[in-house]
């Protein structure tokens, strides 16, 4: 293609890796980077993430990396598919090594606890005036692995950078949006993960249906409430990377912060559901950041807050119910 990037995708998790397939697929230069030596020399060696992405062979062309510094150097854009409980750490090196003009996307989901900030806002943070763009939406892994139709957001203040990166991941599978709303797009992708813990201990504690809907129906009330507090747009969480976003982490199989809340309805301690899990659940990492910019805006989430009381407090997640279903009786809006 005419349009041929230098990418490097750094994180060799479930996501990073699908990403690497995607912008391979699409005829880019792409290198994937790991810490690890030992995963990526697996990787490498089997065309295959097996512990991550099992079953999802990747093209040939796609090279590897533990370098941190050459996966950087000379590339348009760098894609950052860490956990955002390291996203602070992993800016601040691609800092002492990025140029300005490379175009930094941040795919991971999560506020930053001490400073209540987002991927992005910790990106531009660390970094040398980059131009950092939020990549968002309703799309699990194992699914784009599989080549699955999937639709992303490419958010940034600026829309010529939206639109680059927009270029960069489109093709018949992969639909991408474009977005100037990045606040919007990065506390859709971070509060739904909260509420989807919710939704995985009404499954655990056997609830049915009607539960379901009432969560995420008021679920993302609770978040579209916080993020137009912030200045966001209401359009934003009523879109992909909001209500679409929340819809396949509250129902989805992959979804691992579903199974965490799944374990946890059903008595599992947090830490034993976690480990169980074996996979970052970025919920709860984002859980008290929720709960502080609630109080901070002075907005009311009151199911964010009993699942804050389920996780760090050891309260009982059937308690936790009854109490949001006992509360003082109001009108819907």
């Known amino acids: ?26 005829g880019h230069d792409v290198t994937l980077w ?14 295959e993430n097996i512990s991550k992405l099992p079953g999802v062979k990747l093209p040939e062309s796609i090279k590897y990396s533990s370098n941190l510094e050459k996966s950087i150097e000379g590339k348009d854009i760098i894609v950052v598919a860490v956990p955002s409980a390291v996203i602070r750490g992993m800016a601040a090196k691609i800092g002492a090594y990025a140029k300005p003009e490379q175009i930094i996307v941040t795919v991971s989901k999560g506020i930053e606890e001490g400073t209540l900030m987002t991927q992005s806002q910790i990106m531009e943070d660390e970094t040398n005036g980059n131009k950092v763009v939020a990549l968002s939406g309703p799309s699990h892994a194992e699914e784009v692995g599989k080549r699955l139709p999937t639709t992303l957001i490419s958010a940034c203040s600026d829309l010529a950078t939206a639109e680059t990166v927009q270029d960069a991941f489109m093709n018949d599978y992969i639909r991408v949006y474009t977005s100037e709303d990045i606040l919007g797009v990065e506390l859709g992708g971070s509060l739904k993960n909260v509420i989807a813990l919710a939704a995985g201990m009404c499954d655990g504690m056997g609830f049915g249906d009607n539960s379901k809907a009432a969560l995420i129906t008021r679920g993302i009330v609770e978040m579209s409430r916080l993020a137009i507090a912030m200045g966001a747009k209401q359009e934003t969480l009523g879109g992909l990377s909001g209500i679409g976003d929340l819809i396949v982490t509250c129902e989805s199989v992959h979804s691992r912060n579903r199974k965490a809340g799944f374990l946890m309805g059903q008595g599992m301690s947090m830490e034993h559901a976690m480990k169980e899990v074996n996979m970052v659940v970025e919920g709860v990492y984002s859980a008290k950041a929720a709960l502080a910019l609630g109080k901070k805006y002075n907005v009311s989430m009151p199911i964010i807050e009993q699942v804050n009381l389920v996780l760090f407090e050891d309260k009982d997640a059937k308690q936790a119910v009854y109490d949001l279903m006992n509360r003082d009786k109001k ?3």
């Open 34 to 47: 790991s810490f690890s030596k030992e995963e990526i020399k697996g990787i490498a060696e089997n065309r």
């Open 331 to 333: 009108a819907e809006y």
């Open 1 to 26: 293609m005419s349009n041929t990037k230098k990418i490097s995708v750094l994180g060799s998790g479930s996501w990073g890796t699908a990403l690497s397939l995607v912008l391979a697929d699409n």
